[in-house]
DNA sequence: TTAAATGCAAAGGGTTTGCACCGGA
DNA sequence: TCCGGTGCAAACCCTTTGCATTTAA
């Protein structure tokens, strides 16, 4: 049952947005000036991870990658400034397979995630292809779900037709 | 960040199936015989917990429930026992949105779930209200999504109302 | 009889917390 | 200067594992 896992993202549409050119973090450091706290070096390192990491990753990752970069990085720090950046609506989180934390900038378009059970991979689903769902749980039952927090776990094609064949 | 959290439903169409006649547990006895594994009062208690459940526990509550009917109940044996429960295909689990395992014996219907980001309340989700999403990630992706793992966080209409008022 | 299941106790992994010190603004 | 952040170390919680013992079949 023990199933390997590692997140990361095969896009969906690769080259949706390509990294823009100015640094990820300058708009952060104003917005967390304006809310009154404070940039730091360490947070810099994680927001510099974070972009760098497609996007997703889970806590525990991050906390090593930062170390790649900074040795003196310590998990508190790390897991106290995502917090910070959630509440900032910076990045978001939602809960792997295995059910981790895993936590990604808040990107240009919303969007969920697909894993598959088999191989591990995943993938980005954009906010369109689940709209319609979406729509009808709001009109059904007044709720107003979270795509970037929706993770849906299953069997991707390549998976299937292994099966299959 | 943290969230009070507790697992339990409200169904959504209260008087579905309504609780069936003969204990839960007697067709898992005779899979469990089938497959040359053994049926042990502790089984039948986890069963018997998890039915009354109405089918929603952490991994956590269920050794508490447990301990409850019988003290001598460990960890160790619970956790082992929903192993071997969820490769019988009895229950499955899902990640609720602390990412605490929480685990449901297998409904007549498949479903999903909803979790209010801010009340904490859940609720299921038919296959059917999903289906055209699931149907429309078949086909674009080849994804199989299994929406017995689904769950959704979000805003019920409660708690967009009072937001709203 | 004998493999499966249990109980115990300890480890494990990810995440959180308390507290003294440090350092952006 | 001063409050927000950091680092450290320990605590926490849920879950898993190894091993000797029990027990269903």
Redesign the pocket.
Known sequence: ??RPYTPGVDRAHPAAGSAPADPVWSSV?DR??A?????????RT?LDVLAASDGHV??????ERCRAI?P?????????????LEDLGVVRHHHGPD????FHVLPEAEHGHLHCRVCGRSWEVGAAEVEPMLDALRRHRGFEADISHMALVGRCADCREIRRG
Do not use: N
């Open positions: 049952m023990a450091r967390l000036h809310s009154g706290l404070r940039w730091t070096p360490q947070r994680i889970t806590g525990a990752e991050l906390v900074d003196a990085t310590t998990p508190s720090t790390v897991y106290r400034t995502l917090d910070v059910g981790r934390e895993e």
